[in-house]
Antibody, heavy 119, light 107 residues
Framework: EVQLVESGGGLVQPGRSLRLSCTAS????????MHWVRQVPGKGLEWVSG????????EYVDSVKGRFTISRDNAKLSVNLKSESLRPEDTALYYC????????????WGQGTLVTVSS | DIQMTQFPSSLSASVGDTVTITCQAS??????LNWYQQKPGKAPKLLIY???ILDTGVPSRFSGSGSGTDFTFTITSLQPEDIATYYC?????????FGGGTKVEIK
């Protein structure tokens, strides 16, 4: 059974940093691209970032470019999102999601970790 | 960047009705279009990928069609457990965009 478990969320002041982690199990981790998707409570889904199986390809939504960094450690079965210069509008539930075969459909999701940016 | 316009934003239908949701891409995305179901307090669940392929275990009352810029998601014979918000999502390799979502309620 595929499992994705996010951690690292919490309350952080504007301008500070946070590192989110997602630990995977139940599948061959280094065969698949991984993504982070966020959702403000009560609002829609917003894709944040994606990383290919070998880290050769990485993409970000414009609103986080230069502030967020995605990485993965295939030996540790983990994908991370380092979030810097956090803003109140980054407040959201952050989901880790596994890509299906190929690039673009997200066939397994974690339960999310909540990030609250507030003074 | 590719924008996804999804409509309606909400709808109310009776059990047994056929429900249709539309998603429009700002440019040609071939068949790179997926549909998700999200129930309150839960993570999204993949229903359909590449426009019309049902993910494993998804009931056959769910279907998808379209290519290019115009896509349709259909629930044939709406069931009480289908109450959820549905999202379309396009992908261009790793770059992903979601539609705004459609909240489906029972009349």
């Amino acid at each position: 059974e595929v499992q994705l478990v996010e951690s690292g969320g919490g309350l952080v002041q504007p301008g500070r940093s946070l590192r989110l982690s997602c630990t995977a199990s139940g599948f061959i981790f280094d065969d698949f691209a991984m993504h982070w998707v966020r959702q403000v409570p009560g609002k829609g889904l917003e894709w944040v970032s994606g990383i290919s199986w070998n880290s050769a390809d990485i993409e970000y939504v414009d609103s986080v470019k230069g502030r967020f960094t995605i990485s993965r450690d295939n030996a540790k079965l983990s994908v991370n999102l380092k979030s810097e210069s956090l803003r109140p509008e980054d407040t959201a539930l952050y989901y880790c999601a596994k890509c299906g075969a190929g690039w673009g459909w997200l066939d397994n999701w974690g339960q999310g970790t909540l990030v609250t940016v507030s003074s | 960047d590719i924008q996804m316009t999804q409509f309606p934003s909400s709808l109310s239908a009776s059990v047994g009705d056929t429900v249709t949701i539309t998603c429009q891409a700002s440019q040609d995305i071939d068949s790179y279009l997926n549909w998700y179901q999200q129930k309150p307090g839960k993570a999204p669940k993949l229903l359909i990928y590449d426009a019309f392929i049902l993910d494993t275990g998804v009931p056959s009352r769910f279907s998808g069609s379209g290519s290019g810029t115009d896509f349709t998601f259909t629930i044939t014979s709406l069931q009480p457990e289908d109450i959820a918000t549905y999202y379309c999502q396009q992908y261009d390799k790793l770059f992903v965009t979601f539609g705004g979502g459609t909240k489906v309620e029972i009349k």
